[in-house]
């Protein structure tokens, strides 16, 4: 079982809709969870971190947290040409060693 | 600017040679990692380092080595061992676990 599993998409979304991408984590243990935007041939950027349960909320993006679930997902309000990108999940179990999921592919249709 | 600093952009790579890709950051982060991306497989953790001097081994470290001679540089040479080494190579700095990442912009190597 991977540690962290993603669904590699593509999703593809109209402009103004609401993306959502989800993430599954093995180890009930983990401790903070994070979510990484990436464009084609880029680097990924940090755009979003959750430690509790709940949503965390951040201009168009909230990130929501199940911990008894084991998942993270990833909201994307009033979608824009620009948000269409590689999404990259990322859990931390404690200490400095991070494990990424595969990434989704959005894509956002003007 | 705060940043790091990934150099060449674009590397080839001859059969049986090695290379060093470098990696410069003047966060005054202590911890550092090299990442390696493949199509369809995510970041996969090469190296990482929390001190100056002191590194570990990651998931795929075989055929890669470093060095953490001072805080602010981690060079990651991709030896002749390493029989797979096209990729696209991420180094990362972090102040604690609950931070993330921040990534360079990254350093593609070619085997040609």
């Known amino acids: 079982q991977k540690e962290v599993e993603q669904n590699s998409g593509p999703l593809s979304v109209p402009e103004g809709a609401i993306a959502s991408l989800n993430c599954t984590y093995s180890d009930r243990g983990s401790q903070s969870f994070f979510w990484y935007r990436q464009y084609s041939g880029k680097s990924p950027e940090l755009i979003m971190f959750?430690?509790?349960?709940g949503d965390k909320e951040d201009g168009r993006f909230t990130a929501q947290l199940n911990k008894a679930s084991q998942y993270v997902s990833l909201l994307i309000r009033d979608s824009q040409p620009s948000d269409s990108a590689t999404y990259l999940c990322?859990?931390?179990?404690?200490?400095?060693?991070?494990?990424f999921g595969t990434g989704t592919s959005l894509t956002v249709i003007p | 600017d705060g940043g790091i600093t990934q150099s060449p952009k674009y590397l080839f790579r001859k059969e049986g040679q090695n290379v060093t890709l470098s990696c410069e950051q003047n966060l005054n982060h202590d911890a550092m990692y090299w990442y390696r991306q493949d199509p369809g497989q995510g970041l996969r953790l090469i190296y990482y380092?929390?001190?100056?001097?002191?590194?570990q081994k990651g998931d795929i470290a075989e055929g890669y080595s470093v060095s953490r001679e001072k805080k602010e540089s981690f060079p990651l040479t991709v030896t002749s061992a390493q029989k797979n080494p096209t990729a696209f190579y991420l180094c990362a700095t972090e102040i604690t676990g609950n931070y993330g990442y921040t990534f360079g912009s990254g350093t593609r190597l070619t085997v040609v």
């Open positions: 990322a859990v931390n179990r404690g200490g400095n060693q991070f494990y």
């Open positions: 380092s929390q001190i100056v001097n002191d590194f």
């Open positions: 959750i430690y509790s349960n």
